[in-house]
């Protein structure tokens, strides 16, 4: 069976930092893996996805994330952290039609 | 376009009620999913469809129902709640993606409290 760990339940950074968030995943195949966001009292947003092809990928906001095989590794990261990034960030792995979601990640940043 | 929407917002059942959630897209996706959130638990898959008239169990089914009568539209169903059911429901769909599995577009989610 498929499933995601994130690590870190709640990171502080201060604005302007750099941020990385884990994600490692478990899975028998080639995996599909997202990165989502979710504001306080908001749905999920896709921040950005793997398939296949280039193992670092660009996403939405400023954010990347690298697909490590040899590490079982997604990990999420951005260069300059801005208070608006302040939210819930979960990573999934998935099969053709179904997700499994991680815990998730609750980042807090400090001005 | 709407993208996904979820009626209604908030609820608050006593305990052995029921009620319908709805989902509905505008997006013409062949797939739907109901999750729930729980606080540390992230999101679990509840029930998801395939396809018009399709429906499937997820990873927690116990003490849910759901119809997808129609393509646009989803229905989550709890006969007799219980305060275990407590949580954020989440509605999300996507394309079908030729075997590939496609993003999921999520709806605001619905805060569903039960006493």
């Known amino acids: 069976a498929q499933s995601v760990t994130q690590p870190d339940i709640h990171i502080t950074v201060s604005e302007g930092a750099s941020l990385e968030l884990r994600c490692n995943y478990s899975?028998?195949?080639?995996?599909?893996l997202f990165w989502y966001v979710q504001s306080p009292g908001q749905g999920l947003q896709l921040l950005l996805k793997?398939?296949?092809?280039?193992?670092l990928v660009q996403g939405i906001k400023g954010f990347e994330a690298e697909f490590k095989r040899s590490q079982s590794s997604f990990n999420l990261r951005k260069p300059s952290v801005h208070w608006s990034d302040a939210a819930e960030y979960f990573c999934?792995?998935?099969?053709?039609?179904?997700?499994?979601f991680g815990t998730g990640t609750r980042l807090q940043v400090t001005l | 376009n709407a993208g996904v929407t979820q009626t209604p917002k908030f609820r608050v059942l006593k305990t052995g009620q029921s009620m319908t959630l709805l989902c509905a897209q505008d997006m013409n996706h062949e797939y739907m999913y109901w999750y729930r959130q729980d606080p540390g638990m992230g999101l679990r898959l509840i029930h998801y469809?395939?396809?018009?008239?399709?429906?499937a169990k997820g990873e927690v089914p116990d003490g849910y129902n759901v119809s997808r009568l129609k393509k646009q539209n989803f229905l989550l169903g709890l006969e007799s709640a219980a305060p275990s059911q407590t949580s954020v429901y989440f509605c999300?769909?996507?394309?079908?993606?030729?075997?590939?599995?496609?993003?999921?577009?999520f709806g605001p989610g619905t805060r569903l409290l039960v006493l």
């Open positions: 899975y028998g195949a080639t995996p599909y």
């Open positions: 999300a769909s996507s394309y079908s993606g030729s075997g590939r599995l496609e993003t999921q577009y």
């Open positions: 999934a792995v998935g099969t053709a039609s179904k997700l499994t």
């Open positions: 469809s395939v396809g018009e008239g399709t429906t």
């Open positions: 793997y398939f296949s092809g280039d193992t």
